[in-house]
Nanobody, 124 residues
């Protein structure tokens, strides 16, 4: 089992920045691929970014490329999502997810473990 705890969500103005953190415990963190998803009210959960176990491979939703950066610190069992130039359409609950597999995937059902989410609200 893996426990994931997100933090860092907040209310921020358009153009602002936030850094989300996700602390993992319970299984060898370095063996997991990690991802961030988000879910806005009335919408389906969508993939935002993914990072491989070695941090060598990263993937992003097109609309966040160049604004968001996913990273990980295996010594701290933590994955981050640096979000810059935030827009109102980025408003959502952001979830951290872990994948025991190594193949790139975007479907939420393909991930094995989930955190409880952290709210990000971007005001216009």
């Amino acid at each position: 089992q893996v426990q994931l705890v997100e933090s860092g969500g907040a209310l921020v103005q358009t153009g602002g920045s936030l850094r989300l953190s996700c602390a993992a415990s319970g299984r060898t963190f370095s063996a997991l691929a990690m991802a961030w998803f988000r879910q806005a009210p009335g919408k389906e959960r969508e993939f935002v970014a993914r990072i491989g176990w070695s941090a060598g491979n990263t993937y992003y939703l097109d609309s966040v490329k160049g604004r968001f950066t996913i990273s990980r610190d295996n010594a701290k069992n933590t994955v981050y999502l640096q979000m810059n130039s935030l827009k109102p359409e980025d408003t959502a609950v952001y979830y951290c997810a872990a994948d025991r597999g190594s193949v790139y995937k975007e479907r939420p059902g393909s991930y094995d473990y989930w955190g409880q989410g952290t709210q990000v609200t971007v005001s216009s």
